[in-house]
């Protein structure tokens, strides 16, 4: 039995909050090296796509050609890839497309060159794809550039999701497993995933919480609540996912969360495990959430990531309803206005994203309570401070300068959904739960 309680606020607090999402509805892109290992993404994307009515495009990327270029040391240096080495993976693509789907099948191909990961997810991202499909390939050495490995990196530097098909998969998913701890990042992922697979599937909502022993007089209180929460949860989970004809079971189990999941994933026979990509700390972009990594490279199934990002959901929220509320705050007056806001917010559970001009988007931290937002006019500087309290002296406090302008997101029922603060170099989002 664990030593302290579980969060037994989480399933109720998160879900009663989150509004609802917007799922991506762009074409299916396929990103493929013409390796057999990639050649599971194509009937995939077939059956996607017209099961969803949605169209295809075929993505792949070649390094550039490098030569050492001699000053004082070597150093490498890149130049265009050669007609010839585009025409030949042009040519690569057809036949794959040719060996994989029926006769006349035509989907739009582009050849990019540069870092392959870093090319797929640019072209993703211009295109609005809903889901990059990729052979999983886990079979084959990590070298090959769709390997689990470069799939965690696909998902580490973009937004779109990722479908990593296991090779033999010839039909939709009718057996679905949605891995769930029923924060905002997870609903997202469970949404999207519906979003995918087709009405007459199986869908097993799946939450791993700690063990807890067999209550005595002491803890039954503890157990018991968290018990309840549990279906709280789930219940309110069904509730925000809207099934449309979807058979949904729940499923608790207890244990650590990747051995629970990869053992459930063999005895249920699952054909689809999805999971959302979100990490804790300030290390988001370089690690994802260890329950995402294994499943990555260990699931018997293909795998389904939905990486969790603040921007994402904020703009979802922004989106999803004229019943929301959208604020912008007058600098000579922000001081006040932030007090307002810590007021009716202290406490709750947030995630806090910065997004900068020069490195892009990075998760600063998920699941902290909100102590407080501070202004200072002399450098126009905005401070947001997390912790369980500010009189332990135990907290985490980021600052930006150069506040150029400060907005907040409210539901109908005027409850602060999103911070979003324009400063020096980016902006910095704050996704309340």
């Keep these: 039995m664990p030593t302290h309680a579980p969060n037994t606020r989480r399933a109720t607090d998160l879900l009663n909050t989150f509004a609802p999402t917007v799922a991506p509805a762009g074409p299916i ?7 057999s290992a990639s050649d599971a993404a194509f009937p995939m994307a077939r059956l996607l796509a017209a099961s969803l009515n949605a169209s295809v495009e075929v993505v792949s990327a070649l390094r550039p050609n490098t030569m050492p270029m001699y000053a004082y040391e070597p150093v490498p240096y ?10 030949g993976r042009q040519s690569e693509i057809d036949r794959q497309i040719a060996r994989t789907t029926p006769v006349g099948t035509a989907w739009p191909v582009r050849v990019r060159v540069g870092e392959p990961l870093t090319e797929i997810v640019e072209d993703a991202r211009a295109i609005d794809a809903r889901v990059i499909i990729v052979g999983r390939g886990r079979h084959s050495m990590l070298a090959r550039v769709f390997g689990g490995e ?36 997870s609903l997202y992922a469970a949404r999207v995933a519906m ?9 097993r909502l799946v939450h791993v919480g700690p063990t807890l022993s067999e209550p005595d007089a002491a803890n039954a209180a503890i157990v018991d609540g968290y018990t309840n929460e549990i279906a709280t949860g789930f219940a309110l989970l069904k509730e925000h996912l809207e099934p449309r004809g979807f058979i949904v079971e729940t499923v608790s189990l207890q244990g650590s969360p990747s051995a629970r999941l990869l053992e459930y994933l063999e005895t249920s026979q699952a054909d689809l495990v999805v999971t959302a990509t979100h990490g804790y700390g300030f290390l988001r972009r370089m690690v994802l959430g260890s329950v995402t990594t294994d499943l990555i490279r260990s ?19 922004a989106n999803a309803t004229a019943k929301q509320q959208t604020r912008s705050y007058a600098l000579d007056v922000l001081d006040a206005e932030l007090n307002a806001f810590t007021t009716r917010n ?4 947030c995630s806090i994203e910065m997004d900068r001009v020069d490195l892009g988007a990075q998760s600063l931290g998920h699941g902290m309570p909100l102590v407080g937002a501070t202004y200072d006019k002399h450098d126009r500087s905005v401070s947001l401070m997390f912790g369980a309290s500010s009189l332990l002296g135990e907290h985490l406090s980021h600052r930006m300068q150069g506040c150029e302008s400060v907005h907040t997101i409210s539901n ?16 910095t989002l704050l996704l309340l739960d």
């Design 29 to 35: 892109l396929i990103a493929t090296d013409t390796s």
């Design 195 to 203: 979003s995918l697979i087709a009405p007459a599937a199986t869908v």
């Design 299 to 317: 699931a018997p199934c293909s795998v389904l990531c939905v990486p969790g990002r603040a921007r994402t959901i904020a703009a979802a929220r």
């Design 412 to 427: 109908a029922q005027g409850r602060d959904q999103v911070m979003r603060i324009v400063h020096d170099g980016g902006q």
């Design 78 to 87: 890149w130049t265009q890839a050669e007609p010839y080495l585009l025409e």
């Design 346 to 349: 202290a406490g709750r559970s």
């Design 150 to 185: 470069s799939v965690q990196r696909l998902l580490q530097l973009g937004d779109t999701p990722v479908l990593a098909v296991e090779p033999g998969s010839d039909t939709p998913p009718t057996n679905v497993v949605i891995a769930t701890d029923f924060s905002a990042f």
